[in-house]
């Protein structure tokens, strides 16, 4: 707001009210503010621009308004769009909205032509167009960069397959798995994320222009064609749905909202591998902070935004549930809400993933770290107890046997890797004859693990390449 209070003036300036006709007295500047919407749509006026450009085509086309006048109004366009992006021309301060700014620079330039623009359509179906079209080009953006981290957990997979460490329940010590492994996991959570960005895209590929405030138009518009120049696979079947539908925003959010909490997941396990307890990552002096008290300290400040980041993503997504949640058809002016939530949400989940790759491009593993973290862990137990199970014994009760011989190795401040034979023998007799150091290597424990989608490490290389074939057909 200016410095001046706004309530004591009924005036407000550079204010190109297009829809005044009906009104006696001038708007309340208050209420201008508390209407205008430029202060953050104005981000829309490439799209406004090309969906106005198509719609006036048409009208063109159809004989609704003179060709002459819809040429000129197309040529005002483009001049419009190659002044705004120069910075040589920009949108007036005191419009309502984009659609309104760009429509009375257009008037200013080609005169009162320029009024032919708006025949059979509304800002109604107007925004719901140039929001669709910027959602679709975000998805895009939002896809390409997710592929570009998927790349690099292959590279990072690839080069790091004989590396083992103990895989986690409960943030507790459980089974050997290969770093590979973990690294694929996330891999896997974003090919789910591209595909819910996919599945968005397409319930965003469909165009409302044409459907006017709510009921159509009497005019003979040729919706397909407007489709088809603005490349939309699909034309909405109803009108009032049309206008009223914020569904392609709620579930692109609700998509970035669950990528974000993959990359939060993520970002969490290197929090916690880059503390001293873990050890197991070094980040790259580039992508840590140091403390302005502290100067030992090197802070993983990355990996804890973005998972802070995460959070401010759910918000977005709750902020337009609950906006759109009781409003009757069709448009409400509540639905202006709807761009600051889907704006933010896009411009978080874009740099966290562009932020986060370069994190990934700075992380060294300790693989040595790794490896001795394992030891009197405990983590080859179930190998212990498929043994038996191999040699004849039901699952449960060779659980038992396993059970009390780590809790023998407790007491005398053991690890499993200290058992002789005749400490297992004495456990069971059908451990006779077995090699402790086969049984309880942790190379071996990780590598039996074959079963598809196993830890083991001909599985790892079959679940890579079937990474780099899915990352292959998705690029």
Known sequence: MSGTDPSQTSKTANDPKLWAGRFSQETDALVHEFNASLRFDRRLWRHDIVGSIAHVKMLGARGIIPATDSQTIVDGLESLAIDLDAGTVDLPAGAEDVHMAVESLLKERI???????????????QVATDIRLWTKQALLEIRAKALTLQGRLVDLAAGHMDVLLPGMTHLQHAQPIRLSHQLLAYFWMLTRDVDRLNDAFKRTDVLPLGAGALAGTTFPIDRHMVAKDLGFAAVAENSLDAVSDRDFAIETIAALSIMMMHMSRLCEELILWNSKEFGYVEMGDNVTTGSSIMPQKKNPDVAELVRGKTGRVYGSLMSLLTTMKALPLTYNKDMQEDKEPLFDAVDTALVSLATLNTLMNNVTFKSDRMLQSLQGDFSTATDLADYLVRQGLPFRDAHEVVGKLVASCIAKGHGLEELTSGDLENASEL?????????????????????YGGTGKSAVERQLANARDWLSKSS
Not at 111 to 125: C, E, F, I, K, P
Not at 431 to 451: C, K
Request: hydrophobic share 35%.
């Open 111 to 125: 005169g009162a032509v320029a009024g032919r623009l708006h025949t059979a359509r509304s800002r109604n179906d």
């Open 431 to 451: 451990f006779a004859g077995a090699d402790p150091a086969d049984l309880l290597a942790p190379q071996g424990s990780a590598d039996g693990r074959t079963s």
